[in-house]
């Protein structure tokens, strides 16, 4: 579809330099300044999906160097941050502040709303906000994370189509600007890793995270 539209494409750009049309009212469209950005946009049209797929391939690289730098010699016990349950669950199983969370922390929500007293409710329903806030977040991030991942979806099928309006003269920029926003896509995925296994990882080395 976007081949047909390059003889739209080539049709307008004929059209702009018979008439000495110019670009932001300086530059005049001639064919020295109209073809080889025709041709560069041909050339990343046709590989879009293989660049797009080099992006992802790079995104998942660092990931895996993310989870080598923080858990080094055991990469696979990094937290996966896809599952919004998975995420909830380590957040008890692995206490990234000590005494407040994990697996005493929810002992002692436990206990706190059985022992029926003053204290012991108080620190019950503070568990509970803490365990619903952290629930809450790990739905919004799974959200966030599906949206994206639509995102990238849509960026592989529309960047044709925008690498294409990029052909025109004054709309180089949109060319670039499909990589981009395929990039910020997908680096969601390795930021949003780093940043749920950062504690995690400085509790494992001993580097206490209690609050004051």
């Known amino acids: 579809i976007a081949y047909v539209f390059y003889v739209v ?27 080889p950005k025709l041709i560069l946009s041909l050339l990343l049209v046709t590989f879009s999906f293989a660049i797009i797929g080099i992006i ?14 923080l858990y080094p010699g055991d990469p696979i016990s990094a937290i996966e941050v896809h599952n919004p349950f998975i995420l909830f669950g380590n957040f008890f199983l692995k206490s990234p502040i000590p005494g407040t969370t994990g697996l005493a922390g929810l002992v002692g929500i436990i206990g706190g709303l059985i022992a029926w007293g003053p204290v012991g409710i108080t620190l019950g329903i503070l568990g509970v906000l803490i365990a ?25 099928i529309t960047a044709p ?50 609050f004051p």
């Open 9 to 35: 494409i080539m049709i307008v750009i004929g059209f702009m330099i018979m008439f000495r049309n110019k670009i932001g009212g300086q530059v005049m469209v001639t064919l020295g300044n109209s073809i």
């Open 56 to 69: 992802i391939d790079i995104g998942g690289m660092i990931r895996n160097v993310i989870a080598n730098l």
């Open 132 to 156: 619903a806030i952290v629930l809450i977040g790990a739905i919004k991030l799974w959200i966030v994370l599906l949206k994206t991942y639509f995102g990238i979806l849509v960026n592989v």
């Open 161 to 210: 189509f925008t690498i294409l309006f990029g052909a025109l003269p004054g709309n180089e920029a949109s060319m670039l600007n499909t990589f981009k926003s395929a990039a910020r896509n997908i680096l969601v995925f390795p930021v949003a890793f780093a940043i749920v296994n950062i504690p995690y990882a400085f509790e494992g080395r001993g580097i206490k995270l209690a």
